[in-house]
């Protein structure tokens, strides 16, 4: 099993935030029967080049970055995606989802529930994509194992119905991606993490990340990728190499 790592795009921080522009990650896992698990699809490609001439966007993407341009790097097509998980339903992170008709899309039910009641105003942004006609979802419930080794981890809180993945990997061992549900390592502590803009319900974002934490210790996980964590993303392996 591999899992390659891609930048897609950066995110302006809000006003008087301490970061610099913040990566937008999408993960690939190659699996051992040959099989290709995306997760996230990132910021909508038709957002390509526009920050050039509006300021004022918060998003930032070239042509390099879209998620189907990097994929193409490896010889992948978007019908080569046997599953793509969801994680949520943000713009930077499921701003691509109609290219993905061929593939499974696994959310957790809650999330999809709260999209189509209009539960979270921000889930509008990208609902020409959930939304879509002739996408194919996959609900779960809670944790689920999705394919050997690729489990996803139900951490609402940013959002209703938010998931994290765990992946265990033959030679690096357990991975955890904390996507939102621990944005950087500065919230890693339940008790004193900061509560960001967006995240929804303050209660339940502290109980996902005592949640993530005891996953790291019950499952020593080897690796823990944080979901917009600039510093980090510097020092990690991205595409075209990978973790096995």
């Not at 994929?71 to 992170?93: E, M, W």
């Not at 499974?104 to 990208?126: C, P």
């Amino acid at each position: 099993m591999k899992l390659y790592l891609m930048i897609v795009g950066k995110v302006r921080p809000p006003h008087n935030h301490p970061s610099g522009n913040l990566p937008v990650p999408v993960y690939l896992i190659e699996t051992d029967s040959g099989e290709y698990i995306l997760i996230d699809t990132g910021l909508s490609q038709s957002l390509v080049g526009k920050y050039g001439h509006t300021p004022s966007l918060p998003h930032m993407m070239d042509e390099d970055d879209n998620v189907g341009h990097q994929l193409a790097t490896l010889g992948i097509a978007p019908q080569d995606i046997r599953y793509v998980i969801c994680t949520h339903f943000d713009p930077d992170h499921a701003g691509n989802l109609a290219s993905f008709k061929n593939s499974e899309i696994v959310v957790q039910r809650r999330l999809y529930h709260a999209a189509i009641k209009g539960e979270v105003d921000r889930f509008r942004m990208t609902e020409d994509q959930w939304g879509a006609s002739g996408l194919r979802f996959l609900l779960v419930d809670g944790d689920t194992e999705i394919d050997p080794g690729v489990t996803v981890v139900e951490s609402s809180g940013h959002a209703p119905g938010h998931q994290s993945v765990l992946i265990n990997l033959p030679h690096t061992g357990p991975v955890l991606l904390a996507i939102d549900a621990i944005p950087s390592q500065n919230h890693t502590d339940p008790a004193t993490r900061p509560i960001e803009p967006f995240d929804i319900d303050e209660s339940l974002v502290r109980e996902s990340t005592k949640k993530l934490n005891d996953i790291r210790q019950s499952e020593h996980v080897a690796l823990t990728i944080y979901g917009h964590d600039a510093e980090q993303w510097q020092s990690l392996r991205l595409l075209p190499e990978f973790y096995d």
